[in-house]
C-alpha cells in the first residue's frame, strides 16, 4: 500500500509509507482499531502545513533508518526533527495556526519521535511532548475534537497520558465529567475509552490516598481509609461492568492458550504456566493487556490500604486475622464486624495469588503482540502492561518470572528498536502502593 502525504515529493512518499507499514499492524482492521489510527488520518490532510510535514518526514527517516541500520538516513531524520520543532513552535506562536488539527498533529508526531529516536533510551523527552500536547489539547477545549483527526489525536493521547497519571498517581483533567463526555457529544465513545475513564479515576483515587497520607499521618482516622476502601469496591464494580460489556461485544473466546506464536518456540515444553495467549485481534489484546494492568494497580492499592488499616491499633478495637490472606482488619462501633468481614473478602479477592496470577497472565500475553505483523504499535502498547507485572514480581519475590519479564523486555529493545523500554523497566514507580505515613 502506497501512503501518501499531500502535496509532498515523492520522497517523502515513499519514506511515509515505508514507516507507516513497519509502523502499523498488517491488517487493515487492526490497522484502523489501533491507538494510533490518527496516522492514517494525519496523512490524508489536505493542507498540512510546514510543521506537520517535517514532522512525518523526521519520524519516517529516523524509523526506517534503523529499520535498515543506514546513519545516513538516521543523521538526517535528526536534522529534519530540528527543523520540525522549529516550525511547530512557530504554529504555537500563531494564533491562528495553533488552533489547527494539523498542528495538534504535528506535536503527536514529535512525541513520537522522541519516543523511537534511535539514541535516546529515555521517556524524559516523550513525557514532555506528551504533556505539552496535553496542554494544548486542554486550551482547545473539550468541544474542539469533533473532526475525525482531533478526536483521533485526542484519543492516542489519552492513553499515554493514563499510563502517566498512574505512574504519577496525579489526577488528570482527562478524567474530569466534561472531559469524558463533551469530545464524544456529537458521536459514540467507545469501550477503550470508557475503560481509561477508569485509569483516570484509580490514578485520582491513589492521590487522594497520598494526600490523606502525608496531611495526616498516624493522626489520619480509620475511617478515611475505610472510605477509601469503598471508592476501591466501587471501581472494581465498574470495572468488571465494563469486562461483562467486552464480553458482550465478542462472538468468540477474548483469549486462549496456544503453543507458540507462528510457529517460534518462545517457550519450554515444560512450562505450561507460561504458554502464551492468543486474541481475535490486537484491539483486544490490547483492551484486555490495559484491563489487567488495571486490575494489578487496584489490588496493589486494596492491599497497601489494608496493610495501613492494620497499623492503625486503635483504643477499643479487636483485631482480627484472615488465616487464608493475612489480611488484618478492625471492627469498631462505626464499622461492625459485618461490614468488616465485606472488606475482607474484597481484600481477597485481590490477593498476593490473585495479583500473581495477573502479572503471568499479563506476560504470557506478550509474545501475540509483537509479532511482525503485528507492528511497532503493538510492541509499543506492552510496555506499560509489562511494566506493572514486572513490579508485581519484583515486589513478591518471584526470581524466574522476573527474568522471564526481563527478557521480554530486551526482546522489545533488541528486535523492535524500543530503547527506551529497558528504561522503563528500571524506574522505580510509584503505582500499586501507598507511601508510608511520615513518622509521628
Known amino acids: 500500500m502506497l501512503v501518501e502525504l499531500r502535496n509532498g515529493n515523492l520522497q517523502d512518499t515513499q519514506l511515509i509509507s515505508t514507516f507507516l507499514e513497519y509502523y502499523m499492524p498488517s491488517s487493515s482492521k487492526a490497522r484502523r482499531e489501533s491507538i494510533s489510527a490518527w496516522f492514517d488520518l494525519a496523512v490524508e490532510v489536505s493542507q498540512p502545513g510546514k510543521a ?12 526506517v533508518g534503523w529499520m ?5 538516513l538516521l543523521m538526517e531524520g535528526r536534522r529534519v526533527y530540528g527543523r520540525a520543532l522549529q516550525e511547530l513552535q512557530r504554529a504555537l506562536w500563531d494564533e491562528r495556526l495553533m ?48 473532526s475525525a483527526l482531533a478526536q483521533a489525536v485526542l484519543e492516542g493521547l489519552r492513553y499515554t497520558a493514563m499510563i502517566e497519571s498512574l505512574q504519577k498517581r496525579k489526577a488528570s483533567f482527562f478524567g474530569d465529567e466534561i472531559w469524558r463526555t463533551h ?8 469501550i477503550r475509552q470508557k475503560l481509561y475513564d477508569k485509569g483516570f479515576a484509580l490514578a485520582a483515587l491513589a492521590q487522594d490516598v497520598d494526600s490523606d497520607t502525608e496531611l495526616d499521618g498516624n493522626r489520619s482516622s480509620v475511617d478515611n481509609y475505610i472510605a477509601h476502601l469503598d471508592q476501591c469496591t466501587l471501581l472494581d464494580t465498574e470495572l468488571q461492568m465494563w469486562y461483562q460489556e467486552l464480553l458482550d461485544s465478542s462472538s468468540s473466546l477474548l483469549y486462549w492458550p496456544v503453543s507458540s506464536i507462528q510457529g517460534d518456540d518462545i517457550e519450554k515444553p515444560d512450562e505450561e504456566r507460561r504458554r502464551p495467549f492468543c486474541f481475535p485481534s490486537l484491539r483486544y489484546a490490547q483492551l484486555l493487556l490495559t484491563y489487567w494492568a488495571l486490575q ?27 488465616s487464608r490472606g493475612g489480611v ?15 472488606y475482607r473478602s474484597f481484600a481477597q479477592s485481590h490477593s498476593a495469588a490473585r495479583r500473581l496470577d495477573l502479572a503471568v497472565t499479563i506476560t504470557r500475553s506478550i509474545p501475540y503482540c509483537i509479532t511482525d505483523g503485528m507492528g511497532l504499535v503493538g510492541a509499543q502498547m506492552t510496555v506499560f502492561p509489562l511494566r506493572i507485572a514486572l513490579s508485581t514480581f519484583e515486589r513478591e519475590g518471584v526470581p524466574d518470572d522476573l527474568v522471564w519479564c526481563q527478557e521480554l523486555y530486551r526482546n522489545l ?3 523492535k528498536g524500543l530503547l527506551y523500554a529497558q528504561n522503563v523497566a528500571k524506574r522505580e514507580p510509584l503505582w500499586g502502593r501507598v507511601r508510608p505515613p511520615p513518622s509521628a
Open 52 to 63: 506537520l510535514q517535517l514532522s512525518f518526514r523526521a519520524l519516517s527517516l529516523t524509523r
Open 68 to 72: 535498515h541500520n543506514d546513519q545516513r
Open 99 to 146: 488552533w489547527l488539527d494539523p498542528t495538534l498533529a504535528a506535536g503527536r508526531a514529535l512525541s513520537i519521535y522522541e519516543l523511537y529516536e534511535s539514541t535516546c533510551t529515555s521517556t524524559a523527552a516523550f513525557s514532555s511532548h506528551e504533556s505539552g500536547i496535553a496542554r494544548l489539547v486542554q486550551l482547545r477545549g473539550p468541544l474542539r475534537h469533533s
Open 183 to 190: 469530545p464524544w457529544a456529537e458521536g459514540t465513545k467507545d
Open 296 to 322: 494489578l494497580l487496584l489490588g496493589g492499592l486494596v492491599a497497601s490500604l489494608c496493610s495501613t488499616l492494620t497499623s492503625k491499633r486503635q483504643t477499643r478495637t479487636s483485631h482480627a486475622q484472615d
Open 328 to 342: 488484618y482488619l478492625s471492627s469498631t462501633s462505626n464499622h461492625p464486624a459485618e461490614s468488616i468481614n465485606n
Open 413 to 415: 529493545t533488541s528486535y
